[in-house]
């Protein structure tokens, strides 16, 4: 994860919090989650879905060093330099392996919202590719 993670961010990519977060201390979270124990605990590079906080299946799902499935809205956060903030527009393009270039491209005339449903809707190279061996279809 932190290889498509950026180094300087904005304020408003600030996450304020939601009763998906039980308690954060700078490092560590507490994310309420459909678990035996009610609880998972997110560390520094840890990704959270927190799209579901009144839910009693989907709240805060955890993922550690790696992304849940982009969705068409800002859904997921992580953990980096000692708070929690959403992932921005250009590392959902990342983590679908869509060049930065493009993203800028696409920035220029394209709304923040638009950004993330783009990349929310995108199918990963990688995992069509997987479905293709897997359906018998060889690569090239």
Known sequence: MSDILEEEIQPKYLFEGNEC??????RVATVKEATKLGYKR????????????KSKTRRGRVSHNAANTLLTSREQIVIQGGCMRWLTERESWR???????????????????QLYKQA???????????????MGYETE
Do not use: C, H
């Open 95 to 113: 983590l679908q392996g869509i060049p930065d270039e493009y993203f800028d491209r696409a920035e220029k005339v394209t709304s923040s919202n």
């Open 42 to 53: 997110a560390a520094t590079g840890s990704i959270i879905n927190v799209s579901n906080p």
């Open 120 to 134: 929310g809707n995108g199918l990963t190279v990688d995992i069509a590719r997987f479905i293709g061996e897997r």
């Open 21 to 26: 977060i039980l308690e954060f201390d700078g």
